[in-house]
């Protein structure tokens, strides 16, 4: 069953399944590192996918694609000192792809990816087949930044939650320092209105002690709040 409403846009849709597949661990070793496989990556995309209702479609774009021979030498010394040069033929796929994000509650909405495919192995369908296969790879995690990582995913999520902790607490701060100048310039320009500020402030925050407010909602309620009353207030 499609989990959408009637008013989500595609690229809210796309943005929901980003938060789906935001990071993916390395499941597979070759050629001296460490990567993802393609199918770990759909596994995540396609579930939100199907959550909310998108389809991809890639295409190569007619008469952009080319195979090509590659001859590659490579040099080494051998164990006498002399140089030794090996060859080896591979056939180079080429071309550029379009990727096309559909939103399946309105087909007519859809947005356009340009990319390229790019493959290297012996046998031309073989080339075209890594190509794809690594292009894919490529355009999802770049397009929806899926972080992949070494480490356990948990553990990454737990440096992502303090990462957003600390860009919370800046913006707290920020507000909080509006607030302060505020309620100063109130006090300073009318001194009457202390004990009501106090009162006001305290429905916010304990004793009036604003600056141990922690949370941004009740920051930014405090801030709009005192905005209102007394700046406002003075055709401001």
Same mark, same amino acid.
């Given at each position: 069953m499609v989990e959408t409403t009637e008013t989500s846009s /595609? *690229?809210? =849709? &796309? %943005? #929901?399944?980003?938060?789906m597949s935001d990071v993916v661990k390395k499941d597979k070793k070759g050629f001296n590192y460490s990567y993802v496989q393609v199918t770990t990556i759909l %596994?995540? *995309?396609?579930?939100?996918? =199907? #959550?909310?209702?998108?389809? &991809?479609?890639?295409s190569i774009v007619p008469g952009t694609s080319s195979v090509?021979?590659?001859?590659?030498?490579?040099v080494k010394m051998s164990k006498d000192g002399n140089?030794?040069?090996? #060859?080896?033929?591979?056939? /180079? $796929? $080429?071309?550029?792809m379009n990727f096309r994000w559909?939103?399946?509650d309105n087909p007519e909405e859809f947005i356009d990816v340009p990319w390229v495919v790019t493959g290297s192995m012996s046998d031309p369908a073989q080339a075209m087949g890594a190509g794809l296969t690594y292009t894919t790879r490529q355009f999802l995690t770049s397009y929806f930044?899926?972080?992949?990582?070494d480490q356990d995913i948990d553990a990454f999520r737990s440096k992502q939650k303090e990462a957003e902790e600390i860009e919370? =607490? @800046?913006?707290? @701060?920020? *507000? *909080?320092?509006?607030v302060d100048k505020i309620v100063k310039n109130t006090v300073q320009t009318n001194p009457e209105k202390r004990e009501e500020l106090i009162e006001y402030i305290s429905? $916010? @925050? #304990?004793? %009036?002690?604003?600056n141990a407010i922690k949370d941004l909602t009740t920051a930014t309620n405090l801030l709009n709040g005192l905005k209102e009353k007394y700046i406002g207030a003075e055709g401001e």
């Open positions: /595609l *690229i809210q =849709k &796309l %943005a #929901k399944i980003r938060v %596994a995540s *995309i396609t579930a939100g996918m =199907k #959550k909310y209702g998108v389809s &991809l479609i890639p090509s021979q590659n001859v590659i030498e490579n140089a030794v040069t090996t #060859k080896t033929t591979e056939m /180079l $796929f $080429f071309g550029e559909v939103n399946d930044q899926i972080a992949q990582t919370t =607490k @800046a913006v707290i @701060a920020g *507000i *909080i320092g509006e429905r $916010f @925050a #304990k004793g %009036a002690n604003y």
